[in-house]
């Protein structure tokens, strides 16, 4: 399991989000059955200063598929 800050937006990189995926792992939030918007940043922050749009920087990567059937929203 790989996670943490990979500083590749989901919505607005993603050639570079495939290209982690085309290295074997599965992203664990795609595998999930529910699912919020996926955004985990909401404002700019350092090094995206200049971007005030919403983006998921952050993920839970798997060399193995499998399915996720619970998720906690806090």
Do not use: P
């Not at 993603?14 to 939030?29: E, F, H």
């Not at 909401?42 to 996720?68: A, P, R, T, V």
């Amino acid at each position: 399991i790989f996670m943490g800050d990979f500083n590749t937006d989901y919505f607005h990189q993603v050639d570079d989000y495939k290209r982690i995926l085309d290295k074997g792992l599965y992203d664990t939030y795609e595998l999930a059955e529910k699912k919020d918007g996926g955004v985990t940043v909401y404002k700019n922050i350092s090094g995206w200063e200049d971007s005030m749009c919403q983006k998921k920087l952050d993920y839970i990567f798997s060399n193995k598929k499998f399915i996720i059937v619970l998720n906690f929203y806090f």
